[in-house]
Nanobody, 121 residues
């Protein structure tokens, strides 16, 4: 089970930290990631992290602004979002993948949270 939190409304240029609490089994997945979906648009990958080694992957649109991290002791995943832009407005989802290779390929993520809304004005 994946449960996201930390969303909210923020002005452009501001920051938010999203958190994802994962059950023990889900956290044992090879790869965990953050995805987002804006109204009328397809869900897209934002950032992913290889849970075994910590390698990270980012969408070009968020590189240098967002940072994905994990806390193995808490079975938690985080997304630090800085310099937020109105185009970052979306529902953000935490997801887990059991594929050997970690990536932002959405079809490889089988477990999903319910999402947390981020609105940037």
């Amino acid at each position: 089970q994946l449960v996201e939190s930390g969303g909210g409304s923020v002005q452009a240029g501001g920051s938010l930290v999203l958190s994802c609490a994962a059950s023990g089994y889900t956290y044992s997945s090879n790869c965990m990631g953050w995805f987002r979906q804006a109204p009328g648009k397809e869900r897209e990958g934002v950032a992913a992290i290889y849970t075994g080694g910590g390698s990270t992957y980012y969408a070009d649109s968020v590189k240098g602004r967002f940072t994905i991290s994990k806390d193995n002791a808490k079975s938690a995943l985080y997304l630090q979002m800085n310099s937020l832009k109105p185009e970052d407005t979306a529902m953000y989802y935490c997801a887990a993948s059991y594929y050997t290779a970690c990536s932002l390929i959405i079809g490889r993520f089988g477990d999903w949270g319910q999402g947390t809304q981020v609105t940037v004005s």
